[in-house]
Nanobody, 124 residues
Framework: QVQLVESGGGLVQTGGALRLACAAS????????MGWFRQAPGKEREFVEA????????GYADSVKGRFTISRDNAKNTLYLQMNSLKPEDTAVYLC?????????????????WGQGTQVTVSS
């Protein structure tokens, strides 16, 4: 069984930064691609960024291009999301997820384990 636990969310002003972390249990973290998604109140869950098993390839949504950066530390079984230049429209619950293969994907149906999420609120 894989468990994913997010941390690092909080309240920040427009233009601020936060770094989210996702701690994964299990020995096979390094074998799988990982992703970050977010869900705002009343909206569908949307893809944010993904990273391959080695960290050698990443993918991101246009809305976060140039502002967010995904990374991973396989030795620590941890996934990160550095969020800079935050905007009020970035306000959402951010969830990390594990994909069932080692290549990246944007479709949430291609991820089999999910964390419970961490709240990010950006004030204007």
């Amino acid at each position: 069984q894989v468990q994913l636990v997010e941390s690092g969310g909080g309240l920040v002003q427009t233009g601020g930064a936060l770094r989210l972390a996702c701690a994964a249990s299990g020995r096979t973290f390094s074998s799988y691609a990982m992703g970050w998604f977010r869900q705002a109140p009343g909206k569908e869950r949307e893809f944010v960024e993904a990273i391959s098993w080695s960290g050698g390839r990443t993918g991101y949504a246009d809305s976060v291009k140039g502002r967010f950066t995904i990374s991973r530390d396989n030795a620590k079984n941890t996934l990160y999301l550095q969020m800079n230049s935050l905007k009020p429209e970035d306000t959402a619950v951010y969830l990390c997820a594990r994909r069932f293969t080692n290549t990246i994907a944007t479709n949430q149906r291609e991820y089999d384990y999910w964390g419970q999420g961490t709240q990010v609120t950006v004030s204007s």
